[in-house]
């Protein structure tokens, strides 16, 4: 039996039932809405598991599920080393959203990473401390800044409204998710000309992990074979 | 892990070893105050060592090295010179490879005397490498003093120098910034924003605390630095001659007094790595064979500013340093609230030098 584990709720949920749809494997929900048990039609010996999409990247780590469609911003994000514990199958194209970089419009100074980071160095020595950036993806963005070598700044913890921090001064500038920009021009804010960090879609990945049976394997090609992969 | 027997025994004999050359056994508690590291390396140290918090002191870090402990220590003392060794456990995050140990035993010696550096840079060499005798190691060696006397003497603007400076230890933003420096090209978008009247006419509303000051300030200084001259293409290419200088040290040695010449400001430095060398040689170290690298010890989130060393298992490459240690004079600026010492130091991992003894 191999284990796929879906998006519980929400446009992600229902996107990824079409995109199996589509290629003849049917997804639903069995029972009532509220339950988070599910129905496979189309193929024998995979079995639904709904989930949190955040939750999906460790338990593909850990082998609770074998499959799993979650954004590839929370894998990379979530996994240490991602690559070595899963891998991707198919890029879904649905979901996609870019992590960014953005700062106050009125930092008219500031378009690139090489001027953040002039800014930062400039703003520690005046204010006396690291210049501060509000996000949840602090792995995603600390390695990118030293890919980048970008210096003086420091990472701020922001579970959600993230483009309101710079407003309410909690923050300087901002890393977050965001589709079509809308909202970080509402709250005052641009995003740097290289600031992508990633460019997220939903995912279809495979766990790495090497105790899987003969069975299993043999299941995982059938899949592929049916989804076309 | 639980430390092995035998790496608690070799800990003992190096640590006795250097004790036996006039260091004082320093301890230091395992649980550090994180401030002193978070301002010293920034977001960095949060992805290499583990952090904590203790709801009164605050955020502590499990001990990523002794060196940080020693100095603090040794700048409260004020009895110079000094010698210490250590032994103890360290621990670094691992995000990349499993089989790297996370917490492993280090012995150190360091040494702050500044009566004759180059004499005391080749003590702790010797030092590291007589704790290391007999096993099939290959010393690496460079000097981040060249090249940072390099960049102090361009033809520039201080304020591109402290640019330079301040990324010495990032070469891809070093990089960056010597391309830069070394052009007169503005993008359009750059241009229109130095020669506006109004730079702020399409800003947005004034949010966040680094304020319309700051932004004039830097367009001030975006100003100014339109208006230097270039850095010369010769000076360009000679600071790409040090970093991709790769041979024994006499021949680098030899190299970078050629660059001198067209380079005064190294003048110093180079000397300096000249009597290093003939100290060395005082030691019995085989210098000819000495490997010299113009770039190692840039890519390290370490704090060494000057001589720098690593010693490597010789048919495996791909492996961690046996030892490494280098010249950390800053550091101790640094964390001396106003006082400095001329101070070098090294650390031998026991485990890995147990591991290269013929079975």
Avoid at chain 1, 119 to 147: C, N, P, Q, S, W
Avoid at chain 2, 15 to 27: E, H, N, P
Avoid at chain 2, 139 to 149: F, K, N, Q, S, Y
Avoid at chain 2, 195 to 221: H, K, M, T
Wanted: net charge negative; hydrophobic share 45%.
């Amino acid at each position: 039996m191999l284990k796929l584990g879906v998006p519980s709720k929400g446009r992600l949920m229902e996107k990824t039932f079409d995109w199996f749809g589509a290629r003849g494997i049917g997804l639903r929900k069995s029972g009532s809405d509220r339950e988070y048990a599910g129905a496979v039609e189309g193929i024998d010996g995979v079995e639904l598991v709904l989930l949190s999409a955040g939750e999906i990247p460790r338990e593909l780590a850990a082998g609770n599920i074998h499959l799993g469609v979650t954004g590839s911003d929370l894998v990379r994000e979530k996994l240490a080393n991602w690559n070595a514990q899963v891998s991707e199958l198919a890029s879904m194209g649905f979901g996609g959203a870019d992590l960014i970089i953005a700062v106050p419009q009125v930092w008219v100074d500031v378009s690139t990473l090489d001027d953040l980071d002039a800014a930062a160095a400039a703003f520690r020595r005046t204010h006396g401390f690291r210049l501060r950036i509000a996000t949840k993806y602090h792995r995603l963005v600390r390695d990118f800044m030293r890919e980048q070598g970008v210096a003086d700044y420091q990472l701020v913890d922001s579970q959600g409204a993230t483009e309101g921090t710079v407003k309410n001064e909690t923050a300087e500038a901002i890393a977050d998710i965001t589709s079509t920009g809308e909202t970080l021009r509402a709250n005052g804010l641009k995003i740097l000309d290289d600031g992508l960090i990633h460019a997220s879609q939903a995912t279809l990945f495979r766990g790495r992990r090497r105790d899987w049976s003969d069975a299993q394997r043999a299941q995982l090609k059938t899949l592929q074979m049916v989804l076309g992969l | 892990m639980p430390t092995s027997p035998e790496t608690l025994t070799e800990a003992r004999r190096l640590r006795d070893l250097f004790a036996a050359k006039g260091a004082q056994v320093f301890k230091a508690d395992v649980l550090q105050p994180a401030d002193t590291l978070l301002d010293l390396y920034g977001e960095d140290i949060r992805a290499r060592a583990y952090l904590t918090t203790d709801p009164l002191r605050g955020e502590m870090v499990l001990r990523p090295d002794f060196t940080v402990p020693v100095v603090q220590m040794h700048m409260e003392a004020h009895a110079d010179p000094a010698r210490y060794t250590y032994a103890g456990k360290v621990f670094r995050k691992q995000e990349t490879d499993e089989t790297r140990a996370n917490e492993y035993v280090q012995v150190g010696y360091e040494v702050f005397d500044g009566q004759n550096p180059a004499a005391a840079d080749a003590e702790v060499f010797a030092a590291i490498a007589q704790g290391l005798a007999g096993l099939p190691v290959r010393a690496a060696t460079g000097d981040i003093g060249v090249l940072m006397a390099a960049v102090r003497g361009l033809r520039t603007t201080d304020a591109r120098k402290a640019a330079l400076l301040r990324h010495i230890w990032r070469p891809s933003r070093f990089r960056a910034l010597m391309k830069r420096f070394g052009s007169v090209k503005v993008t359009p978008a750059r241009a229109a924003l130095l020669a506006a009247d109004d730079p702020f006419a399409d800003a947005g509303p004034d949010i966040g605390l680094r304020s319309r000051e700051d932004v004039i300030a830097r367009i001030d200084a975006l100003r100014a630095d339109a208006a230097a001259p270039p850095i010369a293409a010769e000076e360009i290419a000679l600071i790409d001659a040090i970093l991709a200088l790769r041979e024994t040290a006499p021949n680098v040695l030899s190299a970078l007094r050629d660059i001198a010449v067209d380079m005064p400001a190294i003048s110093d430095a180079v000397s300096g790595m000249g009597a290093r060398l003939e100290a060395l040689a005082d030691r019995g170290v085989d210098v000819a064979t000495l490997e010299f690298e113009g770039s190692y010890g840039r890519t390290s989130l370490e704090y060494y500013d000057g001589f720098v060393f690593g010693f490597y298992a010789t048919d495996r490459p791909d492996h961690p340093p046996v030892a490494t240690g280098g010249r950390y004079d800053a550091l101790t600026a640094q964390l001396g609230q106003g006082r400095a010492v001329p101070a070098v130091g090294g650390v031998i991992r026991p485990d890995l030098a147990l591991g290269l003894l013929p079975c």
